[in-house]
């Protein structure tokens, strides 16, 4: 079993992460940089990938077992996680 957080703008993420390591359990975070909007258009956060590979320097420095991202996060963010992970087990 695990907890998480999910769908939470980037820079938010950092107050849920006395929570999750309280938890005792394994943690993940999956931030979204949007969001639908109802028209069919798209609200999105300004948010390069390596910004966003910066958060989640944090976030597995936090302990988190699993990072990724959900709404509006691209190729490019998903490209700047891996590397930050790798980078991570690396230490």
Request: glycine residues 10%; proline residues 9%; positive net charge.
């Amino acid at each position: 079993a695990a907890v998480g957080v999910n769908c939470a703008p980037p820079e938010v993420v950092a107050a849920c992460l006395p929570t999750l390591i309280g938890s005792g359990l394994p943690f993940c975070v999956y931030a979204n940089l949007g969001a639908p909007l109802p028209d069919g258009a798209f609200r999105s956060h300004d948010c390069s990938p390596e910004r966003f590979a910066s958060h989640a320097r944090a976030w597995l420095d936090a302990g988190a077992r699993v990072v990724g991202g959900c709404c509006g996060t691209t190729p490019e963010h998903v490209r700047a996680l891996a590397a930050a992970v790798r980078e991570a087990r690396r230490r």
